[in-house]
């Protein structure tokens, strides 16, 4: 995993082009077209959007991600949940760690509803590129959707052989974009150069305090450059705080040019519609065909980097027993971030052609993008200045708070969006953010309702059923939560049944607060016949059981484990009895020898 600490300075920036800037890299395609729709092109409005453009991606991502969310990481990893973890170390248990554990659940489900608004919204907006190539002006709308979904089926059919066989070829790609973007940017300058005055907040400042309303409802469409923005802290287990921070240097100097570009393109032709694919266009018409194709590779790229993002939310979201276990194969022997969760990519990809049949038009799509990453921004300021109050850099707490407050100004904004698509932000992070509520309110109650027995309790008949020696021969392994607490199943297995085995050994694993590291420990002679065997391990981690209880000298003949018959009027409970029912169960999750497997059954009235 520390192979990025060997890689040289311009492998790691290489590959970070790759992995975490597609998104925030692909923005220019569709920003300012979709801003432009919305207001008169007239010169002092494109300074003033320039400059709310330039001084967004300087205080949402360079500040709030780059400077001060990258300096908060536990063992190199990033992200909501990691914000959540450090926390829950610094806070007493009480209302405070509930409200963390709350904008934790919300920031996660907003994150995992962008996950399908990107890909629909990047792909959209590349092949409709087509309509500037002569001859195709007047390509019907359903084929260019047509045309998106058959990418976006292409992109999300190769996801199983996992991101490690492409991630070599997505940096190059990514690096000829953004030199593209800068090259581009950089002639449409020369043909106005006074747009470099843009660069000062002067102009912002001027357009909001002079347009109003008006003004303040352009910053949602404004945040559309900065989407893509939280990935430079998500995806920091990647790769490393280092060369994502370089990376980002030469990102930003290319978005801002071509952004300018854009602009000064704009003052030439204020009727383009679509304004980078006429700028290319107007500057070198023999390579638009080219350009086109290599943006078309940029969006799948960016949309790539954001399903793997997805997976690992999911997954650390399954290990920290937020969300209900799910079927993961890794598809890397050595890079631990590299996992592939079925069912999570073919529901993503049909809520992807969904929304892309729904909105028809990436400018329509863009009145739905824009609230979710507002959102997730304004819980991770509000999560980082709680987190800077509480440690010795209270310096940063008034950065970190005056982020917080753009971040809310922004979110505000996104809230006229709702009426015209915006809902859809929030009906699909609903879907996620539903699940984590009802699982982890319903593994609560469950274990309640199972009442489990403590050790000492349960020794005593143990310890007289084993002392008839009318043992099984072998060793029977039985999954428990925790070493001190006896679930039902157990209890039901060994003191009503007498089925108890010459060894018995109970196997609890310990998910960690950190993200990486597992260690064993094996206590024999809790009673007679009676060992425990505890697995600690990070929530990034995968784990061998098998091999683990090979190196301890264990050969179990069976494997016990417990599964519950939920019984219940309650329309909650009986969603929560469904989800388990169809996810699969501990021992498929981790994969155990079913030849070996017994599943003792409890039921259970919640």
Same mark, same amino acid.
């Given at each position: +995993?520390?192979?990025?600490?060997?890689?040289?300075?311009?492998?790691?920036?290489?590959?970070?082009?790759?992995?975490?800037?597609?998104?925030?890299?692909?923005?220019?395609?569709?920003?300012?077209?979709?801003?432009?729709?919305?207001?008169?092109?007239?010169?002092?409005?494109?300074?003033?959007?320039?400059?709310?453009?330039?001084?967004?991606?300087?205080?949402?991502?360079?500040?709030?991600?780059?400077?001060?969310? /990258?300096?908060?990481?536990?063992?190199?990893?990033?992200?909501?949940?990691?914000?959540?973890?450090?926390?829950?170390?610094?806070?007493?248990?009480?209302?405070?760690?509930?409200?963390?554990?709350?904008?934790?659940?919300?920031?996660?489900?907003?994150?995992?509803?962008?996950?399908?608004?990107?890909?629909?919204?990047?792909?959209?907006?590349?092949?409709?590129?087509?309509?500037?190539?002569?001859?195709?002006?007047?390509?019907?709308?359903?084929?260019?959707?047509?045309?998106?979904?058959?990418?976006?089926?292409?992109?999300? #059919?190769?996801?199983?052989?996992?991101?490690?066989?492409?991630?070599?070829?997505?940096?190059?790609? /990514?690096?000829?974009?953004?030199?593209?973007?800068?090259?581009?940017?950089?002639?449409?300058?020369?043909?106005?150069?006074?747009?470099?005055?843009?660069?000062?907040?002067?102009?912002? #400042?001027?357009?909001?305090?002079?347009?109003? +309303?008006?003004?303040?409802?352009?910053?949602?469409?404004?945040?559309?450059?900065?989407?893509?923005?939280?990935?430079?802290?998500?995806? /920091?287990?990647?790769?490393?705080?280092?060369?994502?921070?370089?990376?980002?240097?030469?990102?930003?100097?290319?978005?801002?040019?071509?952004?300018?570009?854009?602009?000064?393109?704009?003052?030439?032709?204020?009727?383009?519609?679509?304004?980078?694919?006429? /700028?290319?266009?107007?500057?070198?018409?023999?390579?638009?065909?080219?350009?086109?194709?290599?943006?078309?590779?940029?969006?799948?790229?960016?949309?790539?980097?954001?399903?793997?993002?997805?997976?690992?939310?999911?997954?650390?979201?399954?290990?920290?027993?937020?969300?209900?276990?799910?079927?993961?194969?890794?598809?890397?022997?050595?890079?631990?971030?590299?996992?592939?969760?079925?069912?999570?990519?073919?529901?993503?990809?049909?809520?992807?052609?969904?929304?892309?049949?729904?909105?028809?038009?990436?400018?329509?799509?863009?009145?739905?993008?824009?609230?979710?990453?507002?959102?997730?921004?304004?819980?991770?300021?509000?999560? +980082?200045?709680?987190?800077?109050?509480?440690?010795?850099?209270?310096?940063?707490?008034?950065?970190?708070?005056?982020?917080?407050?753009?971040?809310?100004?922004?979110?505000?904004?996104?809230?006229?969006?709702?009426?015209?698509?915006?809902?859809?932000?929030?009906?699909?992070?609903?879907?996620?953010?539903?699940?984590?509520?009802?699982?982890?309110?319903?593994?609560?109650?469950?274990?309640?309702?199972?009442?489990?027995?403590?050790?000492?309790?349960?020794?005593?008949?143990?310890?007289?059923?084993?002392?008839?020696?009318?043992?099984?021969?072998?060793?029977?392994?039985?999954?428990?939560?925790?070493?001190?607490?006896?679930?039902?199943?157990?209890?039901?297995?060994?003191?009503?049944?007498?089925?108890?085995?010459?060894?018995?050994?109970?196997?609890?694993?310990?998910?960690?607060?950190?993200?990486?590291?597992?260690?064993?420990?094996?206590?024999?002679?809790?009673?007679?016949?009676?060992?425990?065997?505890?697995?600690?391990?990070?929530?990034?981690?995968?784990?061998?059981?098998?091999?683990?209880?090979?190196?301890?000298?264990?050969?179990?003949?069976?494997?016990?484990?417990?599964?519950?018959?939920?019984?219940?009027?309650?329309?909650?409970?009986?969603?929560?009895?469904?989800?388990?029912?169809?996810?699969?169960?501990?021992?498929?999750?981790?994969?155990?020898?079913?030849?070996?497997?017994?599943?003792?059954?409890?039921?259970?009235?919640?």
């Amino acid at each position: +995993m520390k192979q990025h600490e060997a890689d040289s300075f311009w492998g790691g920036i290489v590959k970070s082009m790759g992995l975490v800037f597609g998104d925030i890299g692909t923005s220019p395609i569709y920003t300012l077209t979709v801003i432009m729709t919305l207001t008169k092109p007239t010169p002092d409005h494109v300074f003033g959007i320039l400059s709310l453009i330039v001084w967004t991606l300087i205080i949402l991502v360079t500040v709030e991600y780059a400077w001060l969310a /990258m300096s908060l990481g536990r063992k190199g990893e990033g992200g909501t949940i990691v914000l959540k973890e450090i926390l829950s170390k610094l806070l007493k248990p009480g209302r405070q760690i509930a409200f963390v554990g709350f904008l934790s659940f919300l920031g996660v489900s907003l994150l995992l509803g962008d996950g399908v608004i990107t890909p629909a919204i990047s792909i959209l907006s590349a092949v409709e590129g087509l309509e500037l190539i002569p001859g195709l002006e007047h390509t019907p709308q359903g084929v260019l959707i047509l045309i998106a979904a058959i990418v976006a089926v292409g992109l999300f #059919i190769f996801q199983f052989k996992g991101t490690d066989m492409v991630a070599k070829a997505f940096g190059p790609i /990514m690096i000829i974009w953004f030199v593209s973007l800068a090259l581009s940017g950089a002639v449409a300058i020369a043909a106005a150069p006074e747009v470099i005055k843009a660069v000062s907040p002067w102009y912002a #400042i001027h357009y909001l305090s002079t347009n109003g +309303m008006a003004g303040f409802f352009i910053l949602s469409e404004v945040i559309l450059c900065a989407t893509g923005g939280e990935a430079l802290y998500a995806d /920091m287990g990647h790769l490393g705080r280092k060369p994502i921070i370089r990376a980002w240097y030469f990102v930003f100097a290319a978005l801002v040019i071509n952004y300018l570009g854009q602009g000064a393109y704009i003052l030439h032709h204020p009727d383009a519609k679509n304004i980078l694919f006429g /700028m290319i266009r107007w500057e070198a018409p023999l390579l638009y065909i080219p350009f086109l194709l290599l943006t078309v590779s940029a969006t799948v790229i960016a949309s790539q980097a954001l399903i793997s993002g997805v997976f690992s939310i999911v997954y650390q979201g399954i290990t920290t027993r937020i969300m209900p276990l799910l079927k993961v194969d890794y598809t890397s022997s050595h890079l631990k971030s590299q996992i592939y969760i079925n069912s999570v990519n073919w529901f993503l990809l049909a809520l992807v052609i969904m929304i892309m049949l729904v909105f028809r038009k990436s400018e329509n799509l863009a009145a739905a993008y824009g609230l979710a990453v507002t959102g997730t921004m304004t819980i991770t300021g509000i999560m +980082m200045t709680m987190i800077y109050s509480r440690t010795t850099k209270k310096w940063k707490v008034p950065i970190a708070l005056f982020v917080t407050l753009i971040d809310l100004v922004f979110l505000l904004s996104n809230l006229n969006k709702l009426p015209h698509g915006g809902y859809w932000s929030l009906i699909l992070a609903s879907i996620p953010f539903a699940v984590i509520m009802v699982w982890t309110k319903g593994q609560r109650a469950l274990y309640r309702s199972l009442k489990p027995l403590d050790l000492e309790t349960f020794l005593l008949s143990y310890d007289q059923i084993y002392a008839k020696d009318k043992n099984i021969p072998g060793t029977a392994l039985f999954f428990t939560r925790e070493t001190p607490v006896v679930p039902p199943y157990v209890v039901h297995c060994i003191i009503r049944s007498n089925i108890i085995y010459e060894r018995n050994i109970f196997i609890s694993i310990v998910r960690t607060d950190e993200p990486f590291g597992v260690y064993s420990c094996m206590t024999q002679g809790i009673s007679v016949g009676l060992d425990s065997f505890d697995i600690h391990a990070g929530y990034m981690e995968r784990i061998d059981i098998e091999t683990m209880l090979k190196e301890n000298g264990v050969q179990e003949k069976v494997i016990f484990y417990g599964v519950e018959d939920i019984t219940t009027s309650n329309v909650i409970w009986g969603l929560f009895s469904f989800i388990k029912k169809v996810t699969p169960n501990f021992v498929q999750f981790n994969k155990l020898p079913a030849s070996k497997l017994q599943g003792v059954v409890t039921r259970v009235e919640m």
